[in-house]
RNA sequence: GCGGCUUUGGUGAAGUGGUUAACACACUGGAUUGUGGCUCCAGCAUGCAUGGGUUCGACCCCCAUAAGUCGCCCCA
């Protein structure tokens, strides 16, 4: 017990971190091109942020949160996600002063209780993207872009970019109840879940995996069918925008983002061999948001990737690459004198930018090489009392099997010459 | 939160109701006293997720728990 993490959550071991810091750095790449600031905001926020923000009645809320009470008896709750932290910290710190469009990005652990699964952490890690201040459809149009290149630009392929608008306060109220009417009288033919879901979010009852095929789902009516004029033209807007940067997507009524506080257009980014837990990235508008947290009205895109559910699907496509950073030099010392002034060597060499490495636990001249040679280290240093009375050294290559005898005070310089060649000549 | 499947050493794994739990890789040591990669030899699970139970006896049977995994739900 005391030796497993929590359920849930996992060990990033020092061979996978190379995987996690190349894509974080895929990440800070692209945001500087679309001009995205990184932000970073607390691990816990007050649970009524999440409450207000994301919405009572959302699964992510009502079931699925890490909530507790600290000393001072204040609700705290670990971040199932970063939007409402991140609009937070916008209006406690004022952003919208410095300009009238605020991008900012983040990356972090977000934390649900939900039942794990590959792909679907406790703690789990997100890149999102937050544009702040401006309700012009190109932001739409940028903030799916970003999302979409930065898959790109990680080699993915066979991803599916779905896009639907949700509506507006005004507008999403009427077409709820246009799907209530529907299936007022339906409610007998459809699934368990389904009638549930009537009430909660009728939108669901689209989507069901239970009653899809059913024969009247078909006319049932389309959100697309009952936007305003407003968000209907936005709509319109942001797919011209899409199809003009020559962007595939495909339209899907049936989206529905299951945070409360999505508008307008929603977004999904699917990778469909990882099963149940698909969705790689996820967004949209939500332009009511920021006055639900106690702003004044202002508009906002986003999106959140999940990044472990990345991590699969670039495993799976064999894209990770190599990450090794090998020893370049091996210290191998021989006998009791030889130890303190190997050691010292090793920090020479360090201390000249070299990876070194040697053996502490004065084992046989054999061992220690047998690590040398383990340690792809192409040169070994051998150090032995024979040595130490010359003031030499014994450099050996490792990849052509000579060895010659170095004046203990060229070695440093003689290792880095060699060491610089055999990169340039590693390159040509 | 619901249902299915899985769980043997550092790793990949074979295995049987009954004395010493295959095999491979990895690791450690050795094969002339100061020289690696190949080869050979030796060592390396008093234990088969954990806790109970059945049995003369269980890693193999039963129950519970945990973790993983697949699907549902939800979402990234």
Redesign the pocket.
């Known amino acids: ?1 005391l030796t ?1 993490a ?5 060990d990033i071991l020092p061979d996978s971190v190379g995987d996690w810091t190349y894509v974080e750095e895929k990440i800070r790449d692209i945001c500087a091109r679309y001009g995205y600031k990184e932000i970073r905001t607390p691990v816990f926020e007050h649970t009524e942020l999440f409450q207000r923000g994301i919405g009572e009645g ?3 809320v009502d ?2 949160m890490y909530t507790f009470l600290d000393k001072g008896g204040r609700s705290i709750t670990l971040r199932p ?1 970063n939007t409402a932290a991140a609009v937070r910290a916008y209006l406690q710190n004022k952003l919208y002063a410095d300009n009238a469009l605020t991008k900012l990005f983040y990356i972090g652990s ?1 934390f ?10 406790r703690e ?3 890149f999102g993207v937050e544009a702040l201040g401006e309700e012009s459809p190109a932001v739409d149009a940028e903030v799916i872009l970003l999302a979409v290149n930065f898959l790109k630009s990680l080699g993915l392929s066979d991803l599916k970019l779905s896009l639907n608008s949700v509506g507006c306060p005004k507008c999403r109220p009427m077409y709820r109840k246009a799907l209530q009417d529907f299936f007022r009288d339906k409610l007998g033919e459809l699934c368990k ?1 389904c009638n549930d ?1 009537f009430e909660r ?1 009728p939108l ?1 009852i689209l989507d ?3 009653d899809a095929d059913k024969e009247f789902m078909k006319d049932a009516p389309k959100v697309t069918d009952c936007l305003c004029d407003e968000c209907k033209a936005h709509f319109d807007e942001v797919q011209r925008y899409l199809k003009d940067v020559g962007v595939e997507f495909e339209l899907d009524p049936r989206l ?4 409360d506080y999505y508008t307008k257009t929603a977004f ?2 699917k990778y469909a061999p990882l ?9 949209g508008r939500y332009d009511g948001l920021i006055e639900e947290i106690g702003g004044n009205p202002t508009p906002a895109v986003g ?7 990345v991590l699969l699907a670039l495993e799976k496509q064999g894209l990770l690459p190599e990450h090794a950073s090998p020893t370049e030099v091996f210290v191998v010392a ?1 006998g009791e004198e030889a130890r303190l002034p190997a050691f010292q060597l090793l920090e020479k060499l360090r201390d000249a930018g070299l990876k070194a490495a040697m053996d502490y ?1 004065g ?5 220690q ?6 340690s792809a280290a192409r040169f ?1 240093i ?1 150090m ?4 130490i009375k010359e003031s030499v050294v ?1 450099l ?1 290559d ?4 000579e ?1 010659q005898k170095v004046s203990i005070d060229d070695i440093v310089n003689k290792l880095i010459t060699e060491v610089k060649g055999s990169w340039k000549h590693c390159k040509e």
Do not use: Y
């Open positions: 017990m497993n929590p359920r849930g959550t996992k959302t699964d992510v079931k699925e996600e977000m649900r209780h939900d039942r794990p699964q590959a792909g679907r952490m789990f890690h997100q879940d879901r979010n669901r069901c995996k239970a529905v983002r299951g945070l999904e980014i099963g149940a837990q698909s969705a790689v990235a996820g967004g999106f959140a990737v999940g990044l472990e559910r021989l636990a084992r046989s001249m054999k061992a090489m047998k690590q040398a040679n383990k070994a051998i032995g009392e024979d040595e014994m050996k490792m990849e052509k099997s060895q």
